[in-house]
């Protein structure tokens, strides 16, 4: 019988039924980070369970790490955050599982790490308690986030109780225009079908315009494949996946292993529950104007007349509003959708020889200390540096408000980030989801500018 991608992914992992029409899923790594594991940890112990295997579990900082410049080993951006620094630490060296520490050459964005580690690899299974973990599947793999409940169980005994989802395929056909990334085909998707539009289905990303993505690009859709109400998204491995994966820390013998991945393709008759097809030279640089990713629009067009009031309120928008040359008062680069090495090279381009507006606080956070050595080899620090921008120390920073630092009430902020809900990033601040390269012409212009427009505003101003 023919099968799709995640059907092989799935059997592959199934080892029995559950009841009720739920399945016993191999899970074959743990992720964790400090604001859920040392929880998860800790309840484990006192529940005097070990853990089944603690080679499969790996411990990651960055949820409440502090992301000054310098930080010490147990600074936290949050008030009293480093309770969950120090007590990830000590229950994963108790429980003998890889540590990640803030101080460690590794340490990073979970799901910037995972992959880079190759910790996540074609044909694996990965669950953390984060709901951004679908980012892996670009890889081939298996990956969805859970809670910490069912993380203390995938533990205990490697397997977790899920239910099958139903399937969609999404195909991306077409050449994508090229001032638009794969931040753009998301938020262009989302947009387009809702926020409710995946389902809780596994999608599929398929077509042209998803083959020319690198793997960089890959994750960055895939991770926001949960803002779509997606259960977890895949994309087929191919010979970038396997050139990106080969050599990594974690990453199997080649030989051993690249058969197997070449497998891992829908076959041909496979059929899905549900099927998109978008065009990608249909896209445009996207942008958000509301208080949901699907709340987008192409830069240049105008807010919808029938966009809902509670949102415009908070936003401070009216319907029928251009964002097109709205004054900004801050931009943050980071997270783990776009926090990597190439997200960071396409807000550099544009960059380079300017200096942001004056009065706007921007913040470049590189999504692992991997990216930052990157960036600093290739002198894309001083770029930022020189242009104004903070350059911080590896973590999720301003991606989510944890109390402490964030900008101010009412500020309005462009942000490579994947969620622009009310209080996201601090209470009041008004965020504006955009690609890396827009939040940088934006900095630089003090107000919503695309790349391309940036010249001729600079003229004018």
Known sequence: MPSTLFDKLWDAHRV?????????????RTLLHERTGGVALKSLQENGYPIRDPRRVFAIM??????RAGRGRDEARSPGGEAFITETRAMAKQAGIHLIDTDSPTQGIVHVVAPEQGIAVPGVSL????????????????????????AEHVMATGVIRAKKPPQMRVRVDGVLPGDCSAKDIALYLIAKYGAAGGKRCAIEFCGEAIAALDVEGRLTLCNLAVEFAAF???????DKTVAY???????????????????????????????????ASLIRPQISWGTSPEDTIAIGQAVPQDAGQKALDYMGLNAGQSLQGLAIGGAFIGSCTNGRLSDLQAAAKVLSGHRIAPGLRAVCVPGSKAVKREAEQLGLD?????????WGEPGCAM????????????????????????????????????SPAVVAASAVAGRICAPADLHSVLETA
């Open 16 to 28: 029995t039924e559950a009841g009720d029409g739920y399945d016993l899923i191999a899970i074959d």
């Open 62 to 67: 960055d949820h409440i790490v502090s992301f």
């Open 127 to 150: 669950v953390c308690p984060d709901s951004h973990t679908c980012s892996l599947g670009a890889l081939g793999a298996l990956a969805w986030g859970i809670g910490s409940s069912e």
């Open 232 to 238: 977890t998204a895949v994309i087929a491995p191919d």
């Open 245 to 279: 994966v080969t050599g990594r820390s974690f990453a199997p013998d080649m030989e051993a292993v690249e058969a197997e991945w070449a497998k891992l393709q829908t076959d041909t008759e496979a059929s899905f529950d549900e099927e998109i097809i978008i065009d």
């Open 382 to 390: 001083k770029v930022f540096k020189a242009a104004g921008f903070e």
């Open 399 to 434: 991606c989510f408000y944890a109390g402490g630092e964030t900008f101010a009430p009412g500020t309005r902020v462009v942000s490579s980030t994947n969620r622009n809900f009310e209080g996201r990033q601090g209470p009041g601040v008004r965020t504006h989801l955009t």
